[in-house]
């Protein structure tokens, strides 16, 4: 068993279980992550060595800063694989594998799993149902979409994660005034055509380009509508063996394939239109699901995605063959809200089914799993109540995203 040396970048506070079982594997694990982070409570005893940025920003200025730095410890450090552990960390991991020559995603495909331009034009070009966007670089182009498509529209920036920085418009003139109060920024924006319809996020690990564990679930409450209407986030899974999960799970497959994902986990999002009844592809990720999901995605599968897509990396490095994870068939719920309460009092959730309860100051939150799907969504449809009524507070949407 060969070791090897595993440099991990997160500039958000997550994938422990990622680093644990790169370490429990025998190989040397490096943390690069953001000065500001240093003193959390990440697994020391599972890291080798931190290194630190003086800004998370993937400015060109603070990119070439973190490269510099980089050079000078690869003196003396060797680096065998580069995993980026969050969505703004994926532009990070593919400068510094191109730089270093290091094997995995380079720049070009990690674009279709940061930039939501790239993706659109991407996937249309597979022949992969998506909303109607418009880049916003040519006026004639922005006027001639707005005047061919129907209110409202989301005006979207490309590389942002979740709902953060998106504003919906009702009208040409409308538009046009977001658009300029974009200024230089403009081009990183897209605009398209919103549709209402039911949200589900697909959950993968992948291996030579065929995801070998997927995880099919529906937002019932989506990280927009919470963002933009101070609501209570809420997921579910969805039955193993309807014919919408297939659907999802083609799909998914279909929009894996023609980005160029070869080994890793990856978060998808799609959305069924209420319009027509058909499916769309709306983003993907090379990550593990943020917002808890993954832990949701534990609880009905007994499936941990950080430590499997650990022993994936690990496996894909070392030219052994990945054996994937079984999946129990259970199922799970989510449920997750900002509270009054610094720390919310959750002993007045008592049920047998909860498996999780978040840790967090001014957040109230759940997992519930049981083998019947129902139960799981009268608990957290009893739940969204009680929260509203004993703990929900709401705030303006932030312009970064804060996991």
Excluded at 3 to 10: G, V
Excluded at 93 to 98: K, M, T, V, Y
Excluded at 212 to 219: A, L, P
Aim: contains cysteine; negative net charge; glycine residues 6%.
């Amino acid at each position: 068993m060969s070791q090897l040396s595993i440099l991990c970048i997160a500039t958000f506070f997550k994938g422990h279980d990622f680093m644990r079982t790169c370490k429990e594997l025998g190989n040397t694990v490096y943390l690069l992550t953001d000065q500001k982070l240093a003193n959390e409570a990440w697994p020391r005893e599972a890291i080798d060595e931190f290194f630190f940025l003086s800004s998370h920003s993937n400015a060109p200025g603070d990119l070439e800063q973190m490269i510099l730095g980089l050079a000078h410890m690869m003196r003396s450090r060797k680096i065998d694989r580069v995993v980026a552990l969050d969505d703004f960390d994926v532009e990070k991991g593919a400068l510094i594998r191109e730089t270093f020559r290091i094997d995995g995603m380079g720049q070009t495909t990690s674009r279709y799993f940061r930039d939501k331009l790239a993706m659109r034009m991407r996937a249309a070009s597979a022949g992969i149902r998506i909303p109607t966007f418009s880049s916003l670089f040519y006026d004639e182009t922005v006027t001639s979409f707005l005047q061919k498509t129907e209110a409202p529209w989301l005006i979207k920036p490309r590389s942002e994660a979740s709902a953060t920085g998106i504003r919906k418009v009702h009208s040409l003139d409308e538009a046009w005034s977001a658009i300029h109060l974009l200024g230089d920024n403009r081009h990183h924006y897209l605009i398209e055509e919103f549709k209402p319809g039911k949200v589900y996020h697909v959950d993968a690990l992948s291996v030579d380009g065929k995801a070998v564990f997927t995880r099919v679930s529906q937002y019932l409450a989506t990280p927009m509508e919470v963002a933009h209407g101070g609501g209570v986030f809420r997921t579910a899974t969805l039955a193993l063996d309807t014919p919408e999960t297939a659907a999802l799970q083609q799909m998914n497959d279909q929009v894996l394939a023609a980005f160029g994902m070869k080994y890793s986990a990856s978060h998808s999002e799609f959305i069924r239109g209420d319009h027509d009844g058909e499916l769309y592809f709306l983003e993907t990720a090379s990550r593990v699901g943020g917002a808890h999901i993954a832990e949701m995605v534990e609880a009905a599968s007994g499936v941990n995605l950080w430590s499997e897509w650990a022993k994936l990396e690990v496996a894909m490095a070392r030219r052994e063959h990945y054996v994937p994870p079984i999946d129990k068939a259970g199922y799970a719920g989510l449920i997750v809200s900002l509270a009054r309460q610094q720390w919310p009092d959750m002993s007045v959730f008592s049920e047998p089914e909860i498996n999780w309860r978040i840790k967090r100051e001014y957040h109230v939150g759940l997992i519930v799993q049981s083998h019947d799907r129902e139960r799981i969504l009268n608990l957290l449809d009893n739940y969204m109540h009680r929260i509203y009524q004993e703990f929900h507070a709401s705030a303006p949407v932030p312009e970064k995203p804060t996991n």
